[in-house]
């Protein structure tokens, strides 16, 4: 099954540390500089951000909403501080927009040091672990 992720990890890289353990068939595009916009080829598009300010990052909802094919069988992935569903509320409205087919979603904690964590040294240190994301790889594998 052909799969594309349109993704966004700047913070600490901790969602991008998620997608390198992936297959080297699944094509990885960046939301800021993306290699390819086309995604009518892909079988099913995945959308993976860390959260900022409780949502995904703006490129990827901006991505969605301006390139995702209708339709598209999608699937979100998302690295947080706190684990919480409603991270999922702006990047699934952008999809039900183009009436995408949600397969699920996926969501660990990742290394935090934004605003005021930075001066305690951040939140959630050692993540994601192997354990997440060995959790993020059968929930990949799972989708079939």
């Given at each position: 099954m052909?799969?594309?992720?349109?993704?966004?990890s700047?913070?600490?890289?901790?969602?991008?540390?998620?997608?390198?353990?992936?297959?080297?068939?699944?094509?990885?595009?960046?939301?800021?500089?993306p290699?390819?916009?086309?995604l009518?080829?892909?079988?099913?598009?995945?959308?993976?951000?860390?959260?900022?300010?409780?949502?995904?990052?703006?490129?990827?909802?901006?991505?969605?909403?301006?390139?995702?094919?209708e339709?598209?069988?999608?699937?979100?992935?998302?690295?947080?501080?706190?684990?919480?569903?409603?991270?999922?509320?702006?990047i699934?409205?952008?999809?039900?927009?183009?009436?995408?087919?949600?397969?699920?979603?996926?969501?660990?904690?990742?290394?935090?040091?934004?605003g005021?964590?930075?001066?305690?040294?951040?939140?959630?240190?050692?993540?994601?672990?192997?354990?997440?994301?060995?959790?993020?790889?059968?929930?990949?594998?799972?989708?079939?």
């Amino acid at each position: 099954m052909k799969t594309a992720i349109v993704y966004y990890s700047t913070h600490h890289g901790n969602t991008k540390k998620l997608l390198d353990a992936l297959p080297r068939d699944v094509m990885l595009i960046d939301a800021e500089n993306p290699s390819t916009t086309d995604l009518s080829a892909f079988d099913r598009v995945g959308f993976a951000s860390g959260i900022y300010g409780g949502a995904f990052a703006r490129q990827v909802m901006n991505f969605a909403l301006e390139y995702l094919p209708e339709r598209k069988p999608v699937f979100f992935v998302a690295t947080a501080a706190m684990k919480l569903k409603n991270h999922f509320v702006g990047i699934t409205h952008a999809c039900e927009k183009k009436r995408a087919i949600l397969l699920g979603t996926y969501i660990c904690q990742g290394y935090n040091t934004f605003g005021p964590f930075k001066l305690v040294g951040g939140t959630s240190k050692g993540h994601p672990t192997q354990e997440e994301i060995d959790g993020f790889l059968a929930f990949y594998n799972g989708l079939g």
